[in-house]
């Protein structure tokens, strides 16, 4: 047996694996993705003061910090018994907005996009921003810089410092908006909305529009059928910050929906000996193995768990494209992983619609951001980070410190989804034992689309060791090296 | 000249905190208005927010060896780093970063970006806000290292 192993994570060796175990002939007989997880996190919290975990949390992750504040922030509301003000929750929702705006503009013009704007098969030293502005043009590059950076500047705005927000108190938020704020806000946001919609006919010239994408967008390796989860409004409508979590299945009918407090009674972790990593499901449903259908409680979040577990937009013009993106892949819900994409510019034009809702609401000034916190106790907070639900969890002792932490994060809960669409993928496309870099990196856009967050992975230097793939042959013996961006 | 020195890392995650922990030690030595010091959870594009408008960037970080010294401290000009794959998949590298940067006519890109590097053969995935002991033995090392660059910028400006 041969096995062939993508590495593409750099500083940290062993970390964020693929591992593609080939059978006799060639063909791919099972593949694993192996990323770390973080240990210890309870211990390192125990005796902790429950309100510092807002800022202890946004450290866990270099990536999205402003998600695990407001899940930690959330939490501590629930575990404090208060009900911030009406201003204070439309305060957080702003800001959230901003991390929605640089997140999924990143995650469009710098990770995933290159695959298609550039081409799935185009080697990978042109795959990846600059490659993007050679075809797109640079002041479509000056666009994108400008619009990331005023989703940083409107969370930095809100949250003090845009990297480690130190805004979430239990009850509510240190710090409200003054008027020359909005002002400047309510320029940035206009801005967006315009970007947002650019960047949707920008997807759609150069990927709907191109036979070949959308044939790989709708072939059978990228198709999987699970659950999918994301929080809804009581319209059951798309949240990003607050509601339900809701879990259709995969015709798009509602399976489930329960509050965060009712989490554990309906997912349940699986463990599998060769990872660290723990694989959510659906409890009544069951473990069944790494399969999809009904009978198979994994379930996806993320961007496209989000649309599928809703039934529209929350705004109008990412409503009529939330239409729009049913009509033309084929009605609910939509299995194609590599629809995350457009599904993701989707969000990106509603944070930014929702984002200019809120910066216009009267209520965005008032300076009664918080209300007084009761006797500490038990509680769970949850949010949607830019790649899926993430819950958090505290027991709090009569102290106020914290007894007992547990957090289920994005890509923990899309972990069983990811294994199984590298298995499809690399199915598809890895036959008697043919492997060469585009090849890698049609398996590699398989996880790519869920924009995985390897928790770690926090900083950059020095951004070095490339993609590796090495093949094995049955004695283990390296058979043959291949390596990108060498 | 203005310089930023930037201590890297996750200051909970034990010896990957190791850049954050130089440079609060480095707080109270450098009283130097032109110097900037400041830390930084983060890479890429928003490293390279934090270093714009500046002339110089020392950056301090743990660096992954496979056959260097535990503990080793190296100064590395960024410019010796080619590479363009970032580490974290949900970011670009510094250097892809600064390429993406030159491309649309930043002019405020720091002529000079020093890396200080700790080198560790392993980087640490459990919480704790501790050094190893092989780590910790490595700061003043760095600190000494960043006090001479200061130094010698000075001597070349006088």
């Known amino acids: 047996m041969k096995t062939i192993t993508i590495d593409p994570i750099t500083r940290l060796e062993g970390h964020g694996k693929i591992s593609i175990f080939l059978d006799n002939k060639g063909d791919v007989d099972n593949a694993y993705l192996q990323i770390p997880e973080l240990r210890g996190f309870e211990r390192f919290s125990q005796g902790r003061r429950a309100e510092d975990m807002p800022q202890i949390t946004s450290r866990i992750c270099g990536v999205c910090p402003v998600a695990h504040h407001f899940a930690s922030t959330k939490a501590l509301d629930a575990a404090f018994n208060v009900d911030p003000p009406s201003a204070a929750k439309k305060l957080r929702e702003l800001m959230y907005m901003g991390y929605y705006i640089y997140d999924h503009t990143l995650h469009f013009y710098y990770l995933g996009g290159p695959d298609f704007v550039v081409g799935p098969d185009a080697p990978a030293a042109k795959r990846n921003v600059l490659g993007v502005i050679e075809k797109a043009g640079v002041e479509i590059g000056k666009e994108v810089i400008k619009h990331r950076a005023y989703g940083q500047k409107i969370t930095a705005i809100l949250g003090g410092k845009a990297t480690h927000p130190v805004c979430g108190l239990p009850g509510g938020v240190s710090k409200g908006l003054n008027k020359e704020e909005v002002k400047e806000i309510d320029k940035m946001v206009k801005s967006c909305i315009e970007f947002a919609k650019f960047s949707l006919k920008l997807f759609d010239d150069i990927v709907l529009k191109n036979k070949n994408y959308v044939d790989i967008i709708l072939s059978d390796p990228y198709q999987l059928a699970t659950y999918n989860m994301g929080l809804v409004d009581k319209n059951n409508k798309v949240n990003f910050y607050d509601g339900k979590i809701r879990v259709t299945d995969q015709k798009g009918k509602e399976h489930v929906k329960f509050d965060v407090k009712d989490y554990y009674k309906n997912i349940v972790e699986h463990v599998e000996e060769w990872t660290y990593i723990k694989f959510p499901y659906l409890k009544d449903i069951g473990w069944k193995g790494f399969k999809d259908g009904k009978d198979s409680g994994i379930y996806r979040v993320g961007p496209l768990g989000r649309l599928n577990a809703a039934e529209g937009m929350a705004t109008p013009l990412a409503d009529k494209e939330y239409k729009r993106f049913y009509e033309t892949l084929g009605g609910k819900s939509v299995n194609s992983t590599l629809a995350f994409h457009w599904a993701r510019l989707i969000e990106l034009l509603y944070a930014t619609e929702r984002a200019q809702e809120l910066i216009k609401d009267p209520e965005i000034t008032s300076q009664k951001i918080r209300n007084p916190v009761g006797e500490p106790g038990e509680g769970m907070g949850v949010t949607e980070a830019a790649r899926g639900t993430l819950i958090h969890h505290y027991k709090l002792d009569k102290n106020g410190l914290i007894d007992k932490a547990n957090l289920i994060v994005a890509t923990t809960n899309n972990s069983g989804a990811i294994n199984m669409s590298i298995r499809d993928a690399a199915k598809g496309v890895i036959k008697k034992g043919k492997v060469d870099d585009g090849k890698l990196n049609l398996i590699e856009m398989a996880f790519r689309a869920y924009d995985p967050c390897f928790a770690c992975a926090t900083h950059t230097l020095p951004g070095g060791l490339p993609l590796e793939v090495n093949i094995y042959d049955h004695n283990k013996k390296l058979y043959k090296k291949l390596k990108q961006n060498l | ?158």
């Open chain 2, 1 to 158: 000249m203005k310089t930023i020195i930037l201590g890297i890392g996750n200051p909970i995650l034990g010896d990957d905190g190791v850049g954050v922990h130089v440079v609060n030690e480095l707080k109270s030595k450098i009283k130097n208005p032109n110097v900037t010091i400041d830390e930084a959870i983060t890479g890429g594009m928003n490293l390279l927010d934090l270093i714009l408008g500046y002339d110089k960037a020392i950056i301090i970080d743990a660096l992954k060896t496979d056959n260097g010294e535990n503990g080793e401290v190296k100064r590395i000009p960024l410019s010796n780093f080619s590479a363009m794959h970032s580490c974290n998949p949900h970011d670009v590298s510094l250097m892809e970063a600064i390429e993406m940067a030159k491309k649309m006519g930043e002019s405020r890109i720091p002529k000079e970006i020093i890396i200080i590097g700790v080198m560790m053969r392993k980087i640490p995935c459990e919480f704790g806000e501790e050094l190893s002991k092989d780590i910790a033995i490595a700061v003043p090392k760095a600190i000494d290292m960043t006090l001479n660059e200061i130094k010698n910028d000075m001597k070349i400006s006088s």
